[in-house]
């Protein structure tokens, strides 16, 4: 890897540093800027800031955008390591939602009462 692509992925990780405001969480966005598509990553950060200014984040801004990402993860079948598929709740233990169907509706639903 050059030294342009180190530092297009570290101002990223950074970008979604600065978003989530977890500092503990550095070496998953590092993580995610290596192995998922940067357009991915725009599009979660960019859900995340609007359900900020919205105020409907019912967790912290981190928790909501790794939420995003492990269902794209999922969609895109992209291996994101051990870790990753050992918390991956199995199918029957998934709850069937009922109206919710967005990760930024499922966020949402504490804050306005759905459940």
Do not use: W
């Amino acid at each position: 890897m050059d030294k342009s692509t180190r530092e297009k992925r570290e101002y990223l990780a950074n970008r979604i540093l600065e978003t989530c405001r977890d500092k503990q969480s550095l070496a998953f966005y590092r993580k995610v800027v290596r192995l998922l598509p940067e357009t991915a990553i725009h599009e979660a950060l960019s859900q995340v800031k609007e359900a900020e200014q919205l105020g409907r984040i019912r967790e912290r801004p981190g928790a909501m955008f790794t939420d995003l990402i492990k269902r794209k993860v999922n969609e895109l079948g992209i291996d994101f390591g051990k870790e990753y598929k050992e918390s991956k709740p199995q199918p029957e233990a998934i709850r069937e939602s009922h109206e919710i169907s967005t990760p930024t509706e499922v966020m949402m639903a504490g804050r306005m009462g759905r459940r």
